[in-house]
């Protein structure tokens, strides 16, 4: 840094009267940031951008001083300007130098170094311009070429328009401002260093030169294509990125300026070491193959770089402004939970295929459970149906007999018509309720005894079937009792409870079934044959027992049933209890129902003989 | 067993063209070569699928003896469709087409659907009348028309069912007043269990911002 300070004297002329200008800047420090930039030919804050741009034209306008000064600035460029920024900074600290974001570090290291080269500067002023140019050069190569490079990188958005700059860009002009002033020379610079390196150490790039640019080329070819499809397919659709991309890709040109000269430096000191014969003109071909090759990479490097991060960037603040906190694109990129998969759906759809069949099985029990549906099943339902369809029409046309009937003639019949209708109101109290009674008998006689022509077959059948049951019933408990293991016990009776339950209303259910149905045809035969052996009273007599009859068994079905149950019930566990009382509950219930049934079945016979009682009298009076 | 809907039928034709054995083979799938005679009315019942919708056919099989005309008209009410039966081995019962249908029309809804069905088509050798003739009387009448054998089973599902199927369209036509109970038409009792329709959760609207 000493030596560096040695190397500012040049600028130190700038430099005092940057001092004493910035003396009276710090009394306006308004101007500052003016007046900085014109004393330090405009290095100093690009933050400032109006400061910047004008500083420009001002270096562009001293090309032969900044010829000197580059090589000043180069090496130990930043002394001079931080010095100049860094005293103004000291005393307007909190304006220029924090304010300015540049690397903490940076201004650190020139705050303090600031002071020396200060001291430095001012001294250097004594010391000859000319003498220190020749010097600075080799200092600077082999001092740091390091920070060149990192100035000259920061340089390079000088160049670019500085009020177009992205904040990627500032920044590198903050740290940049020192260097401005080499910018116009690297691109002299080499040139001249070309011209002194192609004297010196051609031979060497020569021999390893031309395998090396020959690579280079094809390389760059390559990847400048790529860079240029990658971007071209990026760009559509993004205009403001593209931009960006361009300024960069434009941007690193000095770079590649330095990179350039530090190379020949480094090549020049190899030539030297090496051969010092030369060929002027194949160097130059070499040179600027090589020259060409790394201001492509570089440029396609950075330029790459530049992109990806402002694609990135774009990228990231488009998905974040239409989805703030990034919930959506997680959920789309990592919640693969939510995402159905087949697996999941197949499992649903089982599922639900189950519970359809639990349900159908379910329905399907209740049912069959169902004293209603069972009845339905059995067709009692269409055969009451039927009953009232022939039931309504025999009362309708008892009215219009009856209403066209001569007086004489309705009071001849008006007693028989009672009569019959006294019989349909049924005694319930005769009722004498799981007296066992031979069913099959009463039944048979009673049919006979309508005179009729039907068979109780139907009747008979099922009540066969159903007191078959109940044997078979009794008689497996009693085999099942010889051998009683408890847990086939318990698990039997569970299983006999809904099966006798179901039995039973079964039972009922087509009892009641063909019972209406006999009433029904019975219905049907009083209205065919007229020609009746029998007297209409008699007939509803015979109906209305076996209208007895008929509720009669099926109070005695329902208590066997009972019976049946709570024999099981007997060895169940004690949970079942409560099964059991409904059970039995319902099993009464539907005797009841049954009932019910069979007496709406035999009143709906009243008009059907009322009509036959009117018409046979009719018959006879005619 | 739940419906949709509950169709009465009946069935109609002189006595001894196999009616009984037709419902039999329908609703049991079985022939029984004797049948008694049929008193009044009887019954048969059966689950069928139209258009994925389960409809119980409640068939009403009449006597076909004259001794019971006057019983069983009265069943013809509130009958959706009717099976009118011959005997292709009997012209005679081909010829009381005519008085069955009329008086099948005066007893029933006007909207009523009649099949006409000439049964016994096992017995081809014995056969009396041409099944062109049950065809023309079928076009001539607007009935819908086809030869059965409730022995062998032919086209005894599809008599029944085609025959649904007719009702069925007169319904979706709007043709049929399902309330109306006349019609011979009920709907049925509504079982199924009442789906949850869980409210789905709000699908995400992307909204795409317009960029550039």
Known sequence: ??????????????????????????????KMADSNAKKDTGEKKPSASPAVSKATPERKNKPTESSKTDVKVKTPVKTPTSNVGTGKDQ???????????????????????????????????????????????????????????????????????????????????????????????SQQIPRDRKAEAEEEGKEKQQSGGWNWSKWGTSIVDAA??????????????????????????????????????????????????????????????????????????????????????TI?????????????????TRNVLFDRGVKPNLSYILREAKEHADEAAAMKKEAEEARKVHFGAMFDEYQGLAHLEAL?????????????LLGAMPLEALDSIKQELITIKQVFELDEEE??????????????????????????????????????????????????????????????????LSEIHEAAIQALAEMTAKSVEQFHKAGELILLKKDANKTFLERAKCLASLTKVLCTEAGILSSKFVKCLNKVAE????????????MVTNVYLEATNSSTYTQDAFQLLLPVLQQGVIENSEVLTQ | MSYAYLFKYIIIGDTGVGKSCLLLQFTDKRFQPVHDLTIGVEFGARMITIDGKQIKLQIWDTAGQESFRSITRSYYRGAAGALLVYDITRRDTFNHLTTWLED?????????????????????????????????????????????????????????INTAKEIYQKIQDGVFDINNEANGIKIGPQHSPTNSSMPSGGGGSSQSGGCC
């Open chain 1, 1 to 30: 840094m000493s030596e560096s300070g040695d190397g500012t004297v040049p600028s130190a002329d700038e430099g005092e009267a940057k001092k004493d200008k910035a003396m009276d800047e710090k009394v306006t420090p308004k």
């Open chain 1, 431 to 496: 009722e004498d309720e799981g007296q066992e009674h031979n069913f099959v008998k009463l039944i048979t006689d009673n049919l006979l005894d309508l005179h009729l022509g039907t068979t109780p077959d139907k009747l008979n059948k099922a009540h066969e079937k159903i007191r078959q049951w109940i044997a078979d019933f009794y008689e497996k408990d009693e085999k099942e009792e010889k051998t009683p293991s408890k847990v086939r016990l318990a698990y039997k009776s569970l299983m006999g």
């Open chain 1, 388 to 400: 009232e369809i022939l039931s309504n029409q025999s009362e309708k046309r008892v009215q219009s």
């Open chain 1, 312 to 328: 990135g960037k774009k990228t990231y603040d488009v998905i974040t402004e239409h989805d703030p906190g990034l919930k959506r």
């Open chain 2, 104 to 160: 099948a029309r005066q007893h029933s809804n006007s909207n009523m659907v009649i099949m006409l069905i000439g049964n016994k088509s096992d017995l081809e050798a014995r056969r009396d009348v041409k099944k062109e003739e049950g065809e023309a009387f079928a076009r001539e009448h607007g009935l819908i028309f086809m030869e059965t054998s409730a022995k062998t089973a032919a086209n005894v599902e599809e008599a029944f």
């Open chain 1, 91 to 185: 005393k307007t600290t909190t304006k220029s130098g924090i304010s300015e974001k540049s690397d903490k570090s940076k201004t650190k290291s020139t705050v303090v170094a600031s002071d020396t080269n200060l001291e430095k500067s001012t001294k250097s002023k004594d010391i000859s311009p000319a003498a220190e140019t020749d010097k600075i050069p080799k200092i600077s190569t082999k001092s740091t070429p390091k920070d060149e490079e990192t100035s000259k990188q920061k340089d390079s958005s000088p160049l670019v328009d500085p009020s177009e700059v992205p904040l990627l860009e500032r920044k590198n002009d903050l740290s940049s401002e020192t260097v401005i002033t080499s910018t116009p020379d």
């Open chain 1, 224 to 309: 400048s294509s790529s860079v240029s499809t990658f971007s071209s397919q990026v760009g559509e659709g993004f205009h403001t990125i593209i931009e960006t991309v361009e300024t960069s890709l434009a941007g690193p040109l000095p770079e590649d300026m330095d990179e350039q000269e530090r190379r020949m430096y480094e090549e020049q000191g190899m030539g030297d070491a090496f051969n010092p014969e030369v060929v002027q003109s194949t160097t130059a071909g070499v040179t600027n193959l090589t020259k060409k090759v790394q201001d492509k990479g570089k440029s396609i490097v950075t330029g790459g770089l530049d992109v990806l991060e």
């Open chain 1, 571 to 582: 060895s169940a566990e004690s949970e079942d209890s409560h099964k059991i009382t409904m």
